[in-house]
């Protein structure tokens, strides 16, 4: 069997993207159990110079697509991105393809495994060759089961649940060998694209990237109950989250909404603000490192999981909240 694990990597800025960094450390694992090499493709503006760090991530090599199609990152092709995936496939026969859990990557290894008739096992923990396939663990049903399956078939087509397996930072000084190809893209490959990008209201920093985040539920009560909710989320330097409840109430965008059918997010610190804590909603905070709850509802679910909780009505906790942030603030 081959013993090269191909990582599909993300990256914006000339940096990899943090899902990717954690799928290069379930990859290594992968490469290591074979006694293998990891190698990474990396797609897009910027991909040349995101490459060659990747050799402290445990990448040896960094192949760069190069093709005018996939230069504007804002244009994103899945398909092409797939052709690309699968013409080095093709070419170097690895034992297993990774990509990061993000929208991209299991969208992108969606498209190869189609491509190629081979399964596909989203959200794995772990991963290791087994005879001409391999063995998995993810994350099934909002996270609330680990399943153990086998996939048949070289190579592997695994994504990585998010903020599940740490990256890691092997040797600061190893630099990635770093190779481009051009690859042989149809005109079929480009007729999916993204075509335009809206900025979220407000800018700021992204929910999936919040050291802090503050979200509301259907205890909120309305769209405009959301301004102490705003304020508290603008003093901590953080980004506004919110539950299902209040994106079907149309009080927030789908953007905001956290949980297994939106973001999946690992703050430092998560402030949910009238969420009940169902396992659909917990199953997108489960990387919070700290939580502090507010319900008035001492029996709530979320206090299950809470490091800490104010048992309040969050319309007086959180004005009350910013108002002595914002008093410690100024007696500095
Ligand atoms: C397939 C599927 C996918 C789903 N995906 C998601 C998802 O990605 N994200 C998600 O969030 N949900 C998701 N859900 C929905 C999920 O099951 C819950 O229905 C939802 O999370 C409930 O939202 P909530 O906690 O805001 O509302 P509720 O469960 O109604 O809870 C409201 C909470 O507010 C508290 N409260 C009331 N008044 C106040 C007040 N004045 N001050 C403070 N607290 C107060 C109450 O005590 C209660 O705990 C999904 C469901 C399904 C079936």
Not at 110 to 126: S, Y
């Amino acid at each position: 069997m081959a013993a090269e694990v191909l990582v599909l990597v993300e990256h914006a800025g000339g940096e990899p993207d943090e899902l990717s960094l954690q799928a290069l450390a379930l990859a290594r694992a992968y490469a290591d159990g074979l006694g293998g090499a990891v190698s990474a493709l990396l797609i897009g503006r910027g991909a040349a110079g995101a490459a060659g760090g990747l050799g402290a991530h445990g990448a040896a090599l960094a192949l760069v697509a190069e093709h005018e199609a996939l230069e504007d990152d804002t244009r994103f092709a899945p398909d092409a991105w797939a052709a690309s995936l699968c013409e080095l496939i093709a070419r170097r026969s690895p034992a297993a393809v990774v990509a990061a859990g993000s929208d991209r990557g299991n969208e992108v290894l969606a498209r190869a495994a189609a491509r190629l008739d081979q399964p596909m096992a989203a959200n794995c923990l772990a991963a290791a060759a087994v005879g001409e396939g391999a063995r998995v663990t993810r994350l099934r049903w909002g996270g609330s089961l680990l399943e153990e399956a086998e996939l048949d078939g070289v190579p592997a087509l695994l994504t990585v649940a998010p903020h599940a397996v740490a990256a890691q930072r092997l040797d600061a000084a190893a630099a990635a060998a770093v190779e481009s190809f051009t690859p042989a893209l149809r005109e079929e490959d480009l007729r999916v694209a993204v075509r335009e990008r809206v900025a979220a209201p407000g800018g700021g920093v992204s929910l999936a990237d919040a050291d802090v985040v503050v979200s509301g539920g259907r205890g909120v009560g309305s769209a405009e109950g959301f301004a102490a909710i705003e304020e508290l989320a603008a003093l901590l330097g953080g980004a506004v989250g919110c539950s299902r409840a209040v994106t079907m109430a149309g009080w927030r965008p789908h953007s905001d909404q956290v949980g297994q059918t939106g973001t999946k997010i690992a703050p430092e610190l998560y402030i949910p603000c009238g969420i009940s804590g169902a396992t659909q909603h917990m199953a997108g905070c489960k990387g919070a490192k700290h939580l502090l709850a507010v319900n008035p509802d001492p029996e709530a679910p979320i206090l299950a999981s809470a490091d800490y909780a104010v048992i309040g009505d969050l319309h007086e906790v959180v004005p009350a909240i910013n108002a002595a942030i914002r008093k410690a603030r100024e007696a500095r």
